[in-house]
Protein backbone atom coordinates (compact mmCIF):
# COMPACT_ATOMS: atom_id res chain seq x y z
CA UNK A 1 0.00 0.00 0.00
CA UNK A 2 1.04 3.60 -1.31
CA UNK A 3 1.33 6.04 1.84
CA UNK A 4 2.97 9.72 1.87
CA UNK A 5 3.53 11.38 4.88
CA UNK A 6 4.27 15.06 4.67
CA UNK A 7 5.73 16.78 7.87
CA UNK A 8 7.68 19.96 8.53
CA UNK A 9 5.09 22.78 8.10
CA UNK A 10 4.26 25.38 11.08
CA UNK A 11 4.57 28.71 11.35
CA UNK A 12 7.20 31.41 9.97
CA UNK A 13 7.66 34.69 9.31
CA UNK A 14 8.40 36.22 6.24
CA UNK A 15 11.57 35.44 4.84
CA UNK A 16 12.51 32.60 7.24
CA UNK A 17 12.77 29.29 5.95
CA UNK A 18 11.30 25.79 6.24
CA UNK A 19 12.02 22.19 5.30
CA UNK A 20 9.10 19.71 4.28
CA UNK A 21 9.59 16.33 4.39
CA UNK A 22 7.75 13.27 3.03
CA UNK A 23 8.29 10.10 4.04
CA UNK A 24 7.07 6.96 1.47
CA UNK A 25 6.23 3.67 2.90
CA UNK A 26 8.59 1.05 1.36
CA UNK A 27 6.03 -0.64 -1.01
CA UNK A 28 7.40 1.40 -3.70
CA UNK A 29 10.97 3.45 -3.92
CA UNK A 30 10.77 6.61 -4.85
CA UNK A 31 14.74 6.98 -6.78
CA UNK A 32 12.19 4.96 -9.25
CA UNK A 33 9.54 7.57 -9.42
CA UNK A 34 8.28 10.87 -10.54
CA UNK A 35 7.51 12.57 -7.24
CA UNK A 36 6.16 16.44 -6.76
CA UNK A 37 4.87 18.70 -3.97
CA UNK A 38 1.76 20.55 -4.54
CA UNK A 39 0.02 23.48 -2.53
CA UNK A 40 -3.37 24.73 -1.95
CA UNK A 41 -4.29 28.24 -0.33
CA UNK A 42 -7.76 29.09 1.15
CA UNK A 43 -10.16 29.46 -1.46
CA UNK A 44 -7.76 28.49 -4.22
CA UNK A 45 -7.06 25.35 -6.50
CA UNK A 46 -4.32 22.92 -5.16
CA UNK A 47 -1.37 23.94 -7.57
CA UNK A 48 2.35 22.30 -8.70
CA UNK A 49 5.53 23.75 -6.72
CA UNK A 50 7.83 20.94 -7.89
CA UNK A 51 8.66 17.84 -9.04
CA UNK A 52 11.83 15.70 -9.50
CA UNK A 53 12.33 12.61 -11.79
CA UNK A 54 14.30 10.00 -11.14
CA UNK A 55 16.97 11.25 -12.79
CA UNK A 56 16.94 13.90 -10.85
CA UNK A 57 15.55 16.46 -13.00
CA UNK A 58 13.75 19.63 -11.27
CA UNK A 59 10.58 21.38 -12.20
CA UNK A 60 9.68 24.56 -10.71
CA UNK A 61 6.77 26.88 -10.67
CA UNK A 62 7.67 29.94 -11.38
CA UNK A 63 6.51 31.66 -7.91
CA UNK A 64 8.66 29.73 -6.15
CA UNK A 65 11.85 29.35 -8.62
CA UNK A 66 15.12 30.49 -6.88
CA UNK A 67 13.63 30.11 -3.52
CA UNK A 68 12.43 26.38 -3.58
CA UNK A 69 14.34 23.11 -3.81
CA UNK A 70 13.25 19.72 -4.21
CA UNK A 71 15.38 16.61 -3.15
CA UNK A 72 15.63 13.32 -1.92
CA UNK A 73 17.25 11.22 -0.35
CA UNK A 74 17.10 7.30 -1.33
CA UNK A 75 18.16 5.73 1.47
CA UNK A 76 15.58 7.42 3.54
CA UNK A 77 12.70 6.96 0.68
CA UNK A 78 12.31 10.70 1.47
CA UNK A 79 11.34 13.53 -0.74
CA UNK A 80 12.08 17.43 0.74
CA UNK A 81 11.02 20.72 0.14
CA UNK A 82 13.42 22.88 1.13
CA UNK A 83 11.76 26.87 0.99
CA UNK A 84 13.31 29.98 1.66
CA UNK A 85 12.98 33.36 1.68
CA UNK A 86 9.21 32.61 2.08
CA UNK A 87 6.33 35.16 2.00
CA UNK A 88 2.58 35.23 3.19
CA UNK A 89 1.18 34.35 -0.26
CA UNK A 90 3.49 30.89 0.57
CA UNK A 91 0.87 29.83 3.08
CA UNK A 92 -1.35 26.90 2.18
CA UNK A 93 -1.07 23.08 2.88
CA UNK A 94 1.02 21.52 1.27
CA UNK A 95 0.88 18.01 -0.52
CA UNK A 96 3.34 15.34 -1.63
CA UNK A 97 2.40 13.58 -4.53
CA UNK A 98 3.51 10.25 -6.42
CA UNK A 99 3.28 11.32 -9.70
CA UNK A 100 1.21 9.59 -12.89
CA UNK A 101 -0.97 8.22 -9.72
CA UNK A 102 -3.39 8.57 -7.27
CA UNK A 103 -1.79 8.43 -4.42
CA UNK A 104 -1.52 11.49 -2.10
CA UNK A 105 -0.01 12.52 1.07
CA UNK A 106 -2.19 14.28 3.92
CA UNK A 107 -0.56 17.77 3.58
CA UNK A 108 0.68 19.58 6.30
CA UNK A 109 0.25 23.40 6.98
CA UNK A 110 2.58 25.98 6.04
CA UNK A 111 1.82 29.76 7.43
CA UNK A 112 3.60 32.63 6.91
CA UNK A 113 2.91 35.60 9.02
CA UNK A 114 4.33 38.33 10.90
Known amino acids: QVQLVESGGGLVQPGGSLRLSCAAS?????????MGWYRQAPGKQRELVAT???????NYADAVKGRFTISRDNAKNTVYLQMNSLKPEDTAVYYC???????WGQGTQVTVSS
Open 97 to 103: KLENSNH
Open 26 to 34: RSFFIRFST
Open 52 to 58: ITSRDST
